[in-house]
């Protein structure tokens, strides 16, 4: 088996890895690293490893680009970048988004597809008893039938698919990208030996991996591996020099040695053909005089060239290249080591640290099931142990630092297509639409501080290569410390739609005695997936009783425009001729809109129904989508809206289910075992709500409400109380903020009780005028401890109110007696 070069070592790599195991499972973790300021805390048992690597692995599946497959597990997620490559006449579907962007970067793709392979060389057992070898294999092919599409020639293969700058500059997600998405290559005349030898390494080991459940595949993979590696070391060059737009991103700053060396490597390990461990040989020369104190990573391979090297040859040189450089993370070398935060997180960069120690992790782990002292097998083990602990949550914060995992995970990771805007906006919506399970983020300050904001692309970037070492690490954690773990069952389940996606906002313009001008704002929001609406439309009912009981018919009501972005607006159509019930068809086919920028996603039309000048019949109360509007815009599922003819959302007339006599009229049960509802309070007061935040599983909720006062007198706010009903899910103390409103948070005051929290107000608050309302108050709450709360069972929460409407499910109170609402 190629698997096995090392044959030897591996059954002392079992027997040391049981008697290591058997040593910690019962005792918290004390590393005793030198320097160390604080030991862990945490046990190594604290944390289902099983379920981190589950996750981890998923990350991969929300950064696929192209079309999707049957099996897709992420319901938010939709084909993409259908069009790459047609600029160039080849098909470059597929692969993976970078980062929290949409370009597809060859060279650390091809990094990360190495890592994750070369985990599976390394502990393929723990994906079997995890039940995930099946998906990683999946997410490993997806990278590698990419490559194999990518390369279009013996000496020609394409690296990258996006412009940095175009890309960058639009935030939105990833299955609506508006922008042109330009195909760069290298070739013979334009060479890049560290792109086609890390591709070639890539695929090399993938060939590994594959042999045991698809032998041709396998092949295949190899015959690609060896042609590239034949075009890198035939043609040499910085590939960055050739594709320059990657320069800004991804420079290849250490040059091609390390990827040469690399791609013999694995080439040798997939081949056995010493030809290539000569050639790694050769190149490795160079690269000994080469630094031990950086980390692995995307742009240097070199130690882990080097970490293989000396398992393969056994050369001293190598050996201790690689002891030089996990000594300096660990012990110090010379008396320099690497600078340690105050909660033990080994520090190199504030550019993705938690990537780097995760992935220097990995290396030490590998490297420590192969050494045979055993004082440096637990040195490098502990290392390794204390890193991956840190990013789990043995930290001053108690926090995780994998989205979806752990406490307190992070809740904003810088991800276009998890954020889930449409409106071309990191501020849009306000928190996160979706959660990207498994991506680990950049990571802490060199103090240990944090901040999980959307903005921040140091702390909170996510990427490939951030999950390709820690991923590996995780499945040698599992081995360790998680026998007998097992990953969430049914993991993971589609996603709730949490909010309306596509509708209609409506108010009204003016009015006259014979006429009703309505402004419609069509919007696509849809996240689950994003997708384009080029043939959406809507309609708006009318009934025309009283025009055809003052002797006139549709025939004499006229249609018209006047602002209008683009819709076809028909003149009165028949939908129950025999109760004149009629609707005007407000078509948009062809025109794009899409969750995609402010005038994106959202299209209007105003337009007015006129009956003949000079009559006074007209009466729009009885017109079916006039219900509710106001001459503020609002959500209205009474103008219901099609996609391609089909019912997208809103109702139609009479579609509302009507009580059915009973068939079988008999003696009843005695009192009504469901009662009806309580009725809403009819009265001049009525409170409006939105959902500021539709995640019902993060550490904040956020209701806005707008008091509306439809009678002829004044309401002082200081006589009102608003009730907003919600469960702490715990017995932690919580906290309430009023971030703005209209008459001044100053003069809002809130306190809680275990059902509810109640708003009062000051007597600075003012007064609600007749026919006027109080403005929005924006409402944000959270526990002491910032834990999670789960809302899905809160009796006031509603995800699907976006924007402001009338909400039963909140109270109010005047001088004490209930004035609007339903009580729970």
Avoid: C
Wanted: net charge negative.
């Amino acid at each position: 088996m190629r698997r096995n070069v090392w044959s030897i070592t591996k059954g002392v790599k079992r027997t040391l890895k049981v008697a290591v195991l058997s040593s910690v499972l019962t005792a918290s973790v004390s590393y005793g690293l030198v320097g160390r300021v604080q030991e862990a805390q945490a046990a190594v048992t604290d944390y289902n490893y099983a379920e981190a690597l589950q996750k981890s692995i998923l990350f991969y599946e929300a950064q696929r680009s192209g079309k999707l497959p049957e099996n897709n597990r992420l319901n938010w997620r939709g084909d993409s970048g259908l069009q790459d490559g047609m600029d160039v006449g080849h098909d470059l579907t597929g692969g993976w988004y970078d980062a929290g962007d949409h370009v597809k970067f060859g060279l650390p793709m091809a990094y990360s597809a190495t890592m994750l392979a070369w985990s599976v060389y390394e502990y393929r057992e723990a994906y079997e008893q995890t039940g995930q070898l099946e998906y990683m294999l999946d997410n490993i092919k997806w990278a590698t039938d990419y490559f194999i599409k990518a390369h279009t020639g013996p000496n020609e293969f394409y690296g990258q698919v996006g412009n940095g700058t175009l890309d960058h500059n639009w935030w939105g997600p990833a299955e609506v990208m508006p922008m042109p998405r330009p195909a760069y290559k290298i070739d013979a005349q334009h060479p890049g030996s560290d792109l086609a030898a890390g591709t070639a390494a890539a695929l090399a080991a993938a060939s590994i991996i594959f042999e045991e459940t698809d032998a041709a595949y396998s092949q295949l993979l190899l015959q690609h591996a060896k042609e590239l590696y034949q075009f890198a070391d035939t043609y040499r060059g910085k590939y960055s020099d050739s594709i320059t737009d990657a320069r800004d991103y991804y420079n290849s700053w250490s040059g091609y040695e390390d990827e040469l060396m690399w791609g013999a490597v694995w080439l040798y390990l997939a081949t056995e053909d010493e030809n290539y461990l000569n050639k790694a040989r050769s190149v490795g020369e160079n690269i000994l005089s080469w630094g031990y104190e950086w980390a692995h990573n995307w742009d240097d391979v070199h130690k882990g060239a080097q970490l293989l090297m000396a398992r393969i040859t056994n050369d001293h040189r190598y050996i201790q290249a690689v002891e030089n450089h996990l000594d300096y993370w660990s012990v110090g070398v010379n008396g320099r080591r690497i600078t340690y935060t105050p909660g033990g997180l080994a520090y190199l960069d504030q550019w993705g640290a938690l990537r780097y120690a995760s992935t220097t992790a990995y290396l030490a782990f590998v490297y420590s099931d192969w050494v045979q002292d055993p004082a440096k097998q637990q040195r490098y083990r502990d290392f390794a142990t204390s890193q991956i602990l840190y990013i789990l949550g043995d930290n001053p914060r108690n926090s995780s630092y994998v989205v979806g995992f752990g406490n307190n995970p992070p809740q904003r990771p810088h991800h276009r297509t998890a954020h889930g805007s449409y409106a071309d906006s990191l501020d849009i919506p306000s928190s996160h639409r979706h959660i990207l399970y498994g991506a680990l983020v950049g990571g802490p300050n060199a103090d240990d501080s944090y901040e999980d904001d959307v903005r921040n692309y140091i702390n909170n970037e996510v990427a490939t290569d951030y999950n390709a070492g820690f991923t590996g690490a995780l499945a040698k954690m599992y081995l360790l410390y998680g026998q007998g773990q097992q990953p969430l069952s049914n993991f993971p389940q589609p996603e709730p739609v949490t909010e309306d996606e596509i509708f209609v906002e409506a108010g009204i313009n003016t009015q006259g005695a014979n006429f009703t001008e309505i402004k419609a704002i069509l919007n696509n929001r849809s996240a689950w997936p994003a997708r384009m609406g080029d043939k959406l439309s809507f309609k708006y009912f009318v009934d025309l009783s009283e025009v055809y009981a003052a002797g006139y018919t549709a025939n004499d009501i006229r249609v018209t425009t006047h602002l209008n972005e683009g819709a076809q607006v028909s003149q009165l159509q028949a939908w129950d001729a025999s109760k004149h019930l009629y609707y005007v068809d407000i078509d948009f086919t062809g025109v794009e809109i899409y969750p995609g920028g402010q005038s994106a996603h959202k299209k209007e039309v105003q337009f007015r129904i006129a009956a003949p000048a000079g009559t006074n019949f007209w009466n729009a109360a009885n017109d079916y989508s006039y219900q509710g509007l106001t001459a503020q815009v609002k959500k209205t599922p009474y103008i219901p809206v099609y996609d391609g003819g089909v019912l997208e959302f809103g109702e139609e007339p009479g579609s509302q289910t009507e009580p059915q006599p009973d068939p079988d009229p008999g003696p009843g049960p005695g009192p009504d075992p469901d009662p009806d509802p309580q009725p809403v309070p009819e009265g001049d007061l009525i409170v409006e709500y939105l959902a500021a935040d539709t995640n019902p599983y993060d550490n904040q909720i956020k209701p806005h409400f707008n008091i509306v006062n439809r009678g002829s007198t004044a309401v002082n706010l200081s006589d009102l109380k608003l009730r907003y009903y919600f469960s702490k899910d715990g017995g932690q103390a919580m906290n309430a903020w009023i971030d703005w409103a209209q008459i001044g948070s100053s003069h809002i005051q809130s306190s809680f009780t275990d059902e509810y929290v109640e708003l009062s107000f000051t007597s600075q608050a003012g007064r609600i005028s007749p026919n006027g309302e109080s403005g929005p108050i924006q409402l944000r709450m959270s526990k002491n401890d910032w834990s999670n709360f789960d809302e899905t069972n809160d009796y006031s929460f509603n995800p699907s109110i976006t924007s402001f409407a009338p909400w039963e499910r909140v109270t109010l109170y005047l001088n004490g007696q209930l004035v609007w609402g339903i009580e729970p």
